[in-house]
């Protein structure tokens, strides 16, 4: 992808967020019944881009005001708006899957192993690479949910803050200076938290494996 078309995707992102422009599955994916692995992996991308894109760029948006228009012709503003997404998104996948097979295993009393979890996860990164996920985040995504997984029950795994990892990612890479982040961590930790709540209530109640 050259600058321009990243300019053009980045844009898109600050001028509505509610497209989720991440990928196009997203924007097409409505809510519906769960009753596959099609139709998890659907939605976990789904969720997980919505989520990701609407706390990043809301983010980004309120603490710049209206500096943010000046930065769409910032090279390295986008670069590293974009590297954030992603590696915020690529941790989004690893909490929503873990917490989506929690809630199967639980509730229709189905074991899977760290295997099957592993090759779910990487099934959905190798769909992301025409979307823009860079090779080498993605061999390093896997091997970061691999050893994750070395410490994860995943029995209990929805009831311990399961989206803590990737809360944390939007703090970490949103591209804004540490100082100002510091002062914002509650609010963006609430703000994500919030999302997920939704998403967790909502996960339940179309969920028909």
Known sequence: MNFKNKLEEIKKGFEATKEYVLHPIAALFSSKKITNNTELTQYIRNQSAKVTQQTLY??????????????????KFIESLNIAKWNIYTVALQDLSLFAHS?????YHKDFTNLELENFYKTILDLEVSQGLKQDLLEEKIKEFHLRLQDTDLKSFFQNKPFKNS??????????????KQ????IVLNSI?????????????LLDF
């Open 167 to 180: 809360s944390l990612a939007l703090y970490y890479w949103a591209p804004i200076a540490d100082e100002l």
């Open 58 to 75: 809301e983010y980004v948006r309120t603490r710049m005001g209206t500096l943010y228009v000046k930065m769409h012709d910032d090279e």
């Open 103 to 107: 809630i199967i295993e639980n509730k």
């Open 193 to 205: 938290h919030l999302k997920w709540k939704n998403v967790e209530k909502e996960f339940l109640k």
């Open 183 to 186: 002062q914002d961590r509650n």
